[in-house]
């Protein structure tokens, strides 16, 4: 998978204004989709077989056309509980469901998951979902991500994980904000701006904020192994952990 501007073009051709405003206004979280399709493409080129993989909280597309890009043979069954930004999904993606190689369901993620059966998913792949979850239901969620995924699977999670240096951490919040600004005010959408300013209220709120070392912490206890953090951008960042054979 390439960097580079063609990979870019597929992303605005395909996804449009969604995925340019993002880049714009979050270029780390557009980033971010991309490090999770590669991800993805690296537990399949290890595995050397058609792989089953469900994403949580698909969204309109823009981490669905990175992980279905990153190899032609795998299944991927998008999860997400808003049907105006799925619908665009499927706009947006309606090739690879008219392959067969893309499934929807409009549900929240942990009443999809408890609907799946046992070591099921060869990969749980999300990005930017996991952090929107309130802390017990997010334990609740990570259970049920571990009993789904097969001996050997793998968690693939690009999200805001908060440093645990919290001085650190509301500096980089800060800039964030002061970018948001930048973009949204120049774009004269402030009722925009005020959406996201909201919603970084409730990322970093106590009931939600996802903290690095409680996150890695939370997997462990839930039975993950090769639990790893890495690819950091600011409160972003990419975790990935196993479930034991």
């Not at 665009?88 to 929240?108: H, I, P, S």
């Not at 996150?215 to 479930?243: C, P, W, Y």
Request: hydrophobic letters at 40%.
């Amino acid at each position: 998978m390439s960097n580079g501007s063609s990979y870019d073009a597929m992303f605005s051709g395909i996804i449009g204004r969604d995925y340019d405003m993002l880049q714009r206004m979050s270029p780390l979280s557009a980033e971010m989709s991309k490090i999770v399709g590669r991800a993805v493409k690296h537990y399949a080129d290890k595995a050397g077989r058609p792989l089953n993989v469900v994403e949580l909280g698909g969204g309109t597309g823009i981490t669905t056309l990175a992980i279905l890009s990153s190899n032609d043979d795998m299944i991927v069954t998008s999860i997400d509980s808003e049907p105006t930004m799925q619908n665009q999904a499927k706009e947006n993606l309606k090739q690879w469901v008219d392959n067969g190689r893309l499934f929807f369901k409009l549900d929240d993620a942990y009443s999809a998951l408890t609907k799946m059966a046992d070591n099921s998913a060869d990969v749980l792949a999300t990005a930017y979902t996991v952090h929107n979850f309130e802390h017990s239901y997010r334990e609740r969620v990570i259970e049920q991500i571990f009993r789904v995924l097969k001996p050997g699977g793998q968690f693939i999670n690009g999200d805001r994980y908060a440093l645990d240096d919290i001085f650190e951490n509301t500096r980089t919040v800060q800039e964030e904000i002061s970018g948001f600004f930048e973009v949204l005010i120049g774009e004269n959408k402030p009722d925009l701006l005020e959406q996201w300013i909201i919603h970084l209220f409730n990322d970093e709120s106590e009931n939600h904020v996802m903290r690095e070392g409680i996150s890695l912490k939370q997997l462990e206890e839930a039975g993950f192994v090769d639990i790893a953090l890495n690819q950091r951008m600011k409160v972003n960042a990419l975790v990935t952990a196993v479930k034991p054979i």
